[in-house]
Nanobody, 128 residues
Framework: QVQLVESGGGLVEAGGSLRLSCVAS?????????MGWFRQAPGQEREFVSA????????NNADSVKERFTISRDNAKNTVYLQMNSLKPEDTAVYYC????????????????????WGQGTQVTVSS
């Protein structure tokens, strides 16, 4: 089992920035996992935001956050980050960290059903 704990959410004005963190613990080597971020707004499906490969050298972002959000990881700290800049009210959602031991290239992992482990989520609210 793998436990994921997110932090860093909060209330921010439009145009502002936040950095989310997700710390992993439990079985397995953190560097073996593809890590992802998803978000879910009220009444909507949980949607893919970003994913990163084991080394951090490969990233994949949803079109809606490209050039604004950056995913990164520190394998020594068992932590994955999501730097969010130029935030918009439509970015308001609960953000979830997810992990999977990959059997495919990391770009394959861009939907909710492909991930094995989930955190509890952290709320991000962007005011206009």
């Amino acid at each position: 089992q793998v436990q994921l704990v997110e932090s860093g959410g909060g209330l921010v004005e439009a145009g502002g920035s936040l950095r989310l963190s997700c710390v992993a613990s439990g079985d397995g080597s953190f560097s073996s996992f593809v890590m992802g971020w998803f978000r879910q707004a009220p009444g909507q499906e949980r949607e893919f935001v970003s994913a990163i490969n084991w080394s951090g050298g490969g990233t994949n972002n949803a079109d809606s956050v490209k050039e604004r959000f950056t995913i990164s990881r520190d394998n020594a700290k068992n932590t994955v980050y999501l730097q969010m800049n130029s935030l918009k009210p439509e970015d308001t959602a609960v953000y979830y960290c997810a992990a999977v031991l990959p059997r495919h290239g990391f770009r394959y992992y861009n939907t909710r059903d492909k991930y094995e482990y989930w955190g509890q989520g952290t709320q991000v609210t962007v005011s206009s």
